[in-house]
T-cell receptor
Framework: AQSVTQLGSHVSVSEGALVLLRCNYSSSVPPYLFWYVQYPNQGLQLLLKYTTGATLVKGINGFEAEFKKSETSFHLTKPSAHMSDAAEYFCAVIISSNTGKLIFGQGTTLQVKP | GAVVSQHPSWVICKSGTSVKIECRSLDFQATTMFWYRQFPKQSLMLMATSNEGSKATYEQGVEKDKFLINHASLTLSTLTVTSAHPEDSSFYIC?????????????FGPGTRLTVL
């Protein structure tokens, strides 16, 4: 069965510091992986996705993630945090290439301190 | 591109009434739409998957007679919460994908906050 685990429900960084949000998955087939961001009382916005090809994926707002098959990981990083990055972040994996159903991690709240 | 809207953004209703939530893909044709429910401080829970012109597929534990889903066109899906009760209060989010031969990205609507009194 496919699943997603986000390590750390709450991450706090100082403005300008490195952001690292961890995501590990389990999948019996090649995964398709996504990172979404959610601001309060809003829907989800796609940050980036990995389907095939280059394992280092660049997304919007300076975020990037690297697919590491050997570690079954897809961690999200940003070199320098901005106050506007404070939000909820969800890692997700598609569980079926036919239905496109996503399974989400538990979410990580990113707090950015001035 | 890839904009999904939801209407209304919030609704308050009395217990026992029905509420309809609309989900529209504004600039693409959505062969598949998904409905999620999100409780405070929690992740999204998939309720059902709907394909245009066919019956929705509900996840285990989701009452299909309570949460009626209609996907009448390639740009519109509706979720009707029938005989709503306070425990149905939640944040409902839809998403849409254009489909295709490879797993496609889901684009999410802004969500609808339902409060049942």
């Amino acid at each position: 069965a496919q699943s997603v685990t986000q390590l750390g429900s709450h991450v706090s960084v100082s403005e300008g510091a490195l952001v690292l949000l961890r995501c590990n998955y389990s999948s019996s087939v090649p995964p398709y992986l996504f990172w979404y961001v959610q601001y309060p009382n809003q829907g989800l916005q796609l940050l980036l996705k990995y389907t095939t090809g280059a394992t280092l994926v660049k997304g919007i707002n300076g975020f990037e993630a690297e697919f590491k098959k050997s570690e079954t990981s897809f961690h999200l990083t940003k070199p320098s945090a901005h106050m506007s990055d404070a939000a909820e972040y969800f890692c997700a994996v598609i569980i079926s290439s036919n239905t496109g159903k996503l399974i989400f991690g538990q979410g990580t709240t990113l707090q950015v301190k001035p | 591109g890839a904009v999904v809207s939801q209407h209304p953004s919030w609704v308050i209703c009395k217990s026992g009434t029905s509420v309809k939530i609309e989900c529209r893909s504004l600039d693409f044709q959505a062969t598949t739409m998904f409905w999620y429910r999100q409780f405070p401080k929690q992740s999204l829970m998939l309720m059902a998957t709907s394909n245009e012109g066919s019956k929705a597929t509900y996840e285990q534990g989701v009452e299909k007679d309570k949460f009626l889903i209609n996907h009448a066109s390639l740009t519109l899906s509706t979720l009707t919460v029938t005989s709503a009760h306070p425990e149905d209060s939640s944040f409902y989010i839809c998403s849409a994908s254009a489909g295709g031969s490879s797993p496609d990205t889901q684009y999410f609507g802004p969500g609808t906050r339902l409060t049942v009194l």
